[in-house]
């Protein structure tokens, strides 16, 4: 449990109040062969801040841990030939098991370019759950299909392939992290976002100077009507 002083926070239009309020803290588990890449990642910005507050629990699982022989073997080559690597199943439901035994309600995600495309819906989705997540990072050719056994769900961040899971993993874990209540700290910030509805972008934004290389800022964010202002704002959301 982590304890957060702070403002109340609002995710899709629901109000929480964290102040002086313990809140579960959300746990991420990533289990990767390339913990390294993660550890700046979660120790900077947002994701610092989640983890600081006690609202956020990042922790990486490095899949050679389980590997198999003296050479702590991760993959083999495909059954049927083929070019590539395979990262073999026994090694991952050893990894998803240690997972569980830290969290065992945890729901798992397999990253894979043959998942359901990853989309600020789902980001809400995952996030309203609570339950931890535990992330499973592909490499080389893929994985032994066996594995998707444990998999509650497979997820996509676009139409193209990538080198391996790590960077959907940190993707995901920043959408979802950033509509933990508390993590933001603006009431309205993650409600009034793009695509927070599904389909809007969000209006531009300016700030200081007023006038910068001939180009100003909208008199009318500069007038001070609340109400001319929202009503700028909601004719500018695309």
Request: with cysteine; hydrophobic share 35%.
């Amino acid at each position: 449990m982590g304890t957060y002083e702070g403002k109340k926070n609002s995710v899709k239009g629901v109000l929480f109040d964290v102040i002086r309020y313990n809140l579960p803290s959300m746990k991420f588990q990533i289990i990767t062969i390339f913990p390294e890449m993660f550890e700046p990642v979660f120790g900077t910005g947002m994701l610092r801040k989640a983890k600081e507050q006690g609202l956020a629990q990042f922790n990486v699982i490095n899949l050679r841990d389980f590997g198999i022989g003296p050479r702590q073997s991760v993959d083999d080559i495909p059954y049927g030939g083929g070019d590539g690597m395979v990262l073999r199943p026994e090694p991952l439901f050893a990894a998803v098991g240690h997972a569980k035994q830290n969290d065992t309600d945890a729901e798992v995600l397999l990253m894979t370019p043959r998942g359901d495309t990853f989309v600020q819906a789902t980001a809400q989705e995952l996030a309203a759950t609570n339950k931890g997540k535990i992330f499973i990072c592909g490499r080389y050719e893929g994985y032994d299909e066996r594995i998707t056994s444990l998999v509650d769900r497979q997820l996509s961040v676009g139409d193209y392939v990538l080198t391996g899971g790590e960077i959907p993993a940190m993707l995901i874990t920043d959408a979802i992290t950033r509509l933990i209540p508390g993590v933001l700290g603006g009431e309205t910030s993650a409600e009034l976002e793009s695509f927070s509805d599904g389909k809007t972008k969000e209006h531009a934004h300016y700030t200081r100077p007023e006038t910068f290389e001939g180009m100003s800022v909208p008199p009318v964010l500069l007038s001070g009507n609340h109400a001319e202002i929202a009503k700028w704002r909601e004719q500018n959301n695309l």
